[in-house]
């Protein structure tokens, strides 16, 4: 009777490390995936080092990163970021301190840092110590693709745990 509970324990955990590995399994083997979308309705950017997210509100922006979003990142960062049941980090979190700043230059300011972090890690991926946490999407997504994914992202903000 005493022992019973410890191999419940055990199978639990095997069930879990099983549905755990069946969720990672596809990501990994596919990954980084290009999104199948329609760029069209994106704005040609003028400045392709420009730092500042420069379709930040624009509602068709919006629309094709969310689309963009959950083929390329949805695996890892949550359906519609989402990232309550998800293994990578909730991105509704980058910069959403920002909403709170009164002063509307400090409020872009602290947008833009956000915006440089937000690119430039999703460009570069994460990679520590030679593992790869997340692939590096550059030459995978556009400077277009990318800006459009962060402006969906941010909209998402008010539901961030
Ligand atoms: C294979 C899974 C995977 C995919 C797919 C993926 N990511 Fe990630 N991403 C991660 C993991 C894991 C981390 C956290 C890595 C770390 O900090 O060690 C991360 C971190 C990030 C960060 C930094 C988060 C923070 O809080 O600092 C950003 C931004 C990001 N990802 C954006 C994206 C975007 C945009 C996409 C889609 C184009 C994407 N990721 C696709 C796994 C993934």
Redesign the pocket.
């Known amino acids: 009777m005493s022992r019973a509970r410890p191999r419940h324990a055990r199978r639990l955990t095997a069930i879990g490390l099983l549905i755990a590995s069946a969720l990672?399994a596809p990501?990994?083997a596919t990954?980084?995936?290009p999104?199948d979308v329609d760029s069209s309705a994106l704005r040609p950017i003028v400045d392709p080092e420009g730092e500042t997210n420069p379709y930040r509100d624009e509602p068709r922006a919006i629309a094709v990163g969310r689309a963009?979003?959950n083929q390329?990142?949805?695996?890892?960062?949550g359906i519609d970021a989402d990232a309550s049941r998800s293994?990578?980090?909730?991105?509704r979190?980058?910069g959403r301190s920002c909403g709170r700043v009164p002063e509307p230059d400090l409020k872009r300011r602290c947008q833009t840092d956000a915006d440089v972090?937000?690119r430039s890690?999703?460009e570069k991926?994460?990679i520590?110590l030679g593992i790869?946490?997340?692939?590096p999407?550059k030459g995978?997504?556009s400077t277009e693709l990318?800006w459009a994914?962060?402006s969906f992202?941010e909209t998402s903000q008010g539901r961030a745990k």
């Open positions: 990672m990501a990994h990954l980084p995936l999104p963009a979003f390329s990142c949805a695996a890892c960062h293994p990578a980090p909730d991105l979190r980058i972090y937000f890690t999703v991926g994460k520590k790869e946490h997340m692939p999407w995978i997504l990318i994914i962060r992202v």
